[in-house]
């Protein structure tokens, strides 16, 4: 079984920052992509950046400028340094890993966590 755990959540003043870890664990044959969403209350989930195992990122146009996911392969973690954060920020941040399992080499299978909670002051 994977498990896919969030961790760094919390508080923030407006203008602060905040780095958000994602940890994938388990039985992983590799790691496709890592990926940061954001669901508010009373809106969708949204995502924010993904991260392939070659690296190439890709982010939401109206985060792109304050966020920066990277990538720990060896740790099979992923982060995302959040900076200028606003109180439109606040949401719960999931993390989403797409992994080979051994079991099914060829197959991709989609894992997410429980998420971590952000919220930004005024």
């Known amino acids: 079984q994977v498990q896919v755990v969030e961790s760094g959540g919390g508080l923030v003043q407006a203008g602060g920052s905040l780095r958000l870890s994602c940890v994938a664990s388990?039985?992983?044959?590799?790691?496709?992509?890592m990926g940061w969403y954001r669901q508010a209350p009373g809106k969708p989930r949204e995502l924010i950046a993904t991260?392939?195992?070659?690296?190439?990122?890709n982010y939401e146009d109206s985060v792109k400028d304050r966020v920066t996911i990277s990538r720990d392969s060896a740790k099979n973690t992923a982060y995302l340094q959040m900076n200028s954060l606003k109180p439109e920020d606040t949401a719960i941040y999931y993390c989403?890993?797409?992994?080979?399992?051994?079991?099914?080499?060829?197959?991709?299978?989609?894992?997410w966590g429980r998420g971590t909670q952000v919220t930004v002051a005024s």
């Open positions: 989403n890993a797409v992994v080979f399992l051994p079991a099914y080499p060829s197959s991709a299978r989609s894992y």
């Open positions: 388990g039985s992983i044959l590799s790691i496709e992509v």
């Open positions: 991260i392939k195992s070659g690296g190439t990122t």
